[in-house]
């Protein structure tokens, strides 16, 4: 038995201890909170704490249809999140959360006991101050551990005097890593249920809250198996302080996880689009001193979702059996080709290669010895490629590689909202993952070919006051520019008779397009070169030489579909816009965008005839495929098709009263031919993309296009598209389905 004496000093030591203890703990807790032992956050910072949000990237209706992220984080209200994940993460993470001022007793007893190792003692107002303001910044040491935890004590009891319980679980779960990149509840609902955090089932809320013990480990779609164990886990946690009953907790132990997965690196739709538009926004946001990818800011843009998703996959139908009959007609010979000659042009893949970082790294390694480098370039590596049946896992060299990728086909797709300029839909190519050139934007120049031919058109009916019913002699002219004569021909050969307009149009005859180019006098390409400017086409972009007439220029599809947007909105140019406004994180409007330019470019009557005489080209003219087989649209639809010299771009234009559409395929580099007369024109290469798109558009009436006729000008005179009595050459009724003659 001990004597009385030791067991008073050894309760007076103790309370010595406890007492002297406690005024330690204070006395640091109170040094900490005045930022002596590392800065701490100031009132503003508690009040207004920061953290990187998503900026989200919104369509024309207000939905979400992209981000911009370093963290994919969206801030979600309280009454956005289901019940049940509140029940179930207080239930595993901090269950006397509702009873504590920030600090639970017992956990901080084991934090200071295990030198700031406190095995998930922490509550969730700490969690959340080092979600705030020290997840990043690590302890490297003990001493460094205590220190930062009693920094989180401190800012944990500020939250908890400031906000409310329900503020203060609701920022948590805002803040909290899901995986790689998703932060917060709203983008880990998304990206592994395709839900809103509304709408969570209970099983569901279990599997996300248990991934916040180890994301990667409880992951439901890399470790199944361990994300079953952990939901269970947090179900019995639920049941246990009385959030599940027993008979609920069985029945939902029993449930298998069903995961709806949206990845998160490629959220979203129009991935092509998406970048441009940080690019785009990149000198913005640097004048504004706005970070694009921490602000969460609100950017909302012109595209409508429906008509995107109907446009991609357009894409995707189209593209795959454009490819078999490429790959079929080729064989295993070469598509890369001399224009004139035919000839396959030598050292093509070996150029190619040369280009590439690889090459360039080999290079510094084994000195300026191409032949060496190739041959090591032929080696079999283990590498991933495209395939339209799914990413291929195979055993190929960089140098068949190269020769594999300059063979896929691309395609780039816009649609243009005409009397608005709002840019609908944005098909940049393929497959964004494994080709990112985008081939709708400013840059993504090709030559164009017929598709030019209606600004010719346009300007001579402007200029010369002529009508569709004009007419031609259907023969080979001469130019003489620059000391040199050109004298366009057919592709068939083919001449003679008299033409009007409107046939020559819809047979895309290179003849009388040459006619009325000369019709505009000596000075023809300049004035055609001026009215192209007036509808958004870059002149220096355009050579001032006749052969422009027959599309001879390099111009992209938003060019493109920018000038042919005058024709269907009476004559008035608007400049294409994507973007409307910008809006920070608390709704405030930073700028708006929506002031587009605009021109009257032609009166509403010569507009009105250039689009009749472009529904003339679908109505049995060299679009005409659009009206039967597998596509069958019906209604006004207007178009021109484009084929380029050698094959190597095609070109569709579709126009219906509300919508123009610019669609271009080929392979990305030039000099890769497209074989054959029937494959290789704009009427198969392109058209069909636009064709499915048009049809998903108009079956939706929610979209708002229509395929009713053009209104018509007040006093407009009929007659002047009555072309029945004039001359119409060799056959009165131009043939359908046949290949364009001049293209």
Not at 147 to 155: A, L, S, T, Y
Not at 294 to 313: D, F, H, M, V
Request: charged residues 25%.
């Amino acid at each position: 038995m001990a004597a009385p004496g030791f067991k008073f000093t050894f309760i007076k030591r103790f309370w010595q201890l406890l007492i002297g203890g406690t005024i330690a703990v204070l006395l640091v807790f109170i040094l900490v909170s005045f930022g002596l032992f590392g800065e701490m956050p100031d009132v503003e910072d508690l009040e207004n704490p920061k953290n990187a949000l998503s900026s989200e990237i919104l369509g024309d209706d207000g939905t979400l249809i992209g981000s911009f992220y370093l963290e994919n984080r969206i801030n979600t209200a309280h009454k956005d999140i289901a019940p049940c994940v509140f029940n179930a993460l207080e239930a595993t993470e901090d269950v006397r959360f509702r009873g504590h001022s920030g600090i639970d007793i017992r956990g901080t007893i084991r934090a200071v006991v295990a030198l700031g190792q406190d095995g998930g003692a922490s509550t969730l107002t700490q969690q959340l101050s080092e979600n705030l303001f020290y997840r990043l910044q690590k302890p490297s040491s003990k001493i460094g551990m205590v220190m930062q935890k009693f920094k989180e004590w401190v800012i944990a009891v500020e939250l908890e005097r400031r906000y409310t319980k329900n503020e203060i679980i609701t920022m948590y779960l805002n803040t909290v890593p899901f995986s790689g990149i998703s932060f917060g509840i709203e983008s880990a609902s998304k990206e592994f249920f395709n839900k809103k955090p509304k709408d969570l089932k209970i099983e569901e809320a279990a599997v996300l809250i248990g991934m916040l013990k180890a994301n990667h480990r409880y992951n439901p779609k890399f470790n199944p198996d361990k994300s079953l164990s952990r939901r269970n886990t947090v179900l019995e946690q639920m049941n246990k302080y009385n959030f599940l009953t027993d008979d609920s907790l069985e029945l939902l132990k029993a449930k298998p996880i069903k995961i709806n997965y949206r990845s998160a690196e490629m959220d979203g739709m129009a991935q092509y689009f998406k970048f441009y538009l940080g690019e785009y926004l990149k000198p913005w946001c640097k004048k504004k001193g706005i970070d694009l990818y921490r602000s969460g800011l609100k950017i909302y843009t012109t595209l409508n979702p429906k008509l995107q998703q109907y446009a991609e996959k357009a894409v995707q139908q189209h593209m795959p059996e454009l490819q078999s009959q490429f790959t079929k007609s080729w064989g295993k010979e070469k598509p890369w080709r001399y224009v004139t000659t035919r000839a396959v042009i030598p050292g093509f893949i070996e150029s190619a290669l040369k280009r590439t970082e690889r090459y360039k790294g080999l290079a510094e390694e084994m000195g300026d010895d191409s032949a060496k480098i190739i041959q090591e370039l032929k080696k079999p590596i283990k590498m991933t490629v495209f395939s339209w049946h799914g990413d291929v896992d195979t055993m190929m060299s960089p140098y068949d590689s190269m020769a594999y990728i300059k063979k896929v086909l691309m395609a780039g797709f816009i649609a243009v909202q005409p009397e608005s300029g709002h840019v609908k839909a944005w098909v940049g190519g393929i497959n964004h993952k494994h080709f990112k050139y985008d081939h709708v934007n400013r840059r993504a120049r090709r030559q164009v070919g017929s598709t030019f031919k209606p600004i010719v058109y346009a300007t001579a009916i402007d200029i010369n006051q002529m009508t569709p019913c004009t007419e031609f002699p259907r023969e080979r002219t001469t130019f003489f520019s620059g000391g040199q004569e050109w004298s366009p021909r057919n592709a068939d050969g083919k001449s003679g008779g008299v033409w009007t307009m409107s046939r020559g149009l819809a047979q895309s005859d290179n003849l009388i397009t040459a006619q009325v180019m000369k019709s505009l006098g000596d000075d023809a390409p300049d004035i055609v070169v001026k009215f192209a400017e007036r509808v958004g086409i870059e002149a220096n972009r355009i050579p001032k030489v006749p052969s422009i007439c027959l599309g001879t220029m390099e111009l992209s599809p938003f060019e493109m579909a920018s000038a042919y947007s005058a024709f269907a909105n009476n004559g008035l140019w608007v400049e294409p816009t994507f973007l409307l406004r910008i809006e920070d994180k608390n709704g405030n409007i930073l700028e708006d965008f929506n002031h587009p330019k605009t021109d009257q470019v032609l009166s509403a009557e010569k507009a009105y005839m250039m689009f009749r005489m472009l529904e003339n080209v679908v109505n049995g003219g060299t679009g005409s495929r659009i009206r039967g087989g597998k596509y069958a649209v019906e209604g006004h639809i207007a178009g021109k098709t484009g084929t380029t010299q050698g094959s190597a771009d095609g070109w569709f234009m579709g126009l219906t009263k509300n919508l123009v559409c610019a669609t271009w395929v080929g392979a990305d580099d030039p000099t890769v031919r497209i074989r054959g007369t029937l494959i290789g024109q704009g009427a198969n290469m392109s058209l069909p993309i636009f064709a499915y798109f048009i049809k998903a558009a108009l079956d939706d009436k929610s979209t708002g296009i229509s395929s009713d006729a053009l209104d018509m000008p007040d006093g407009f005179d009929l007659g002047l598209l009555d072309c029945s009595k004039r001359a119409m050459g060799d056959d009165r009724r131009p043939p359908a389905n046949i290949p364009g003659l001049g293209e």
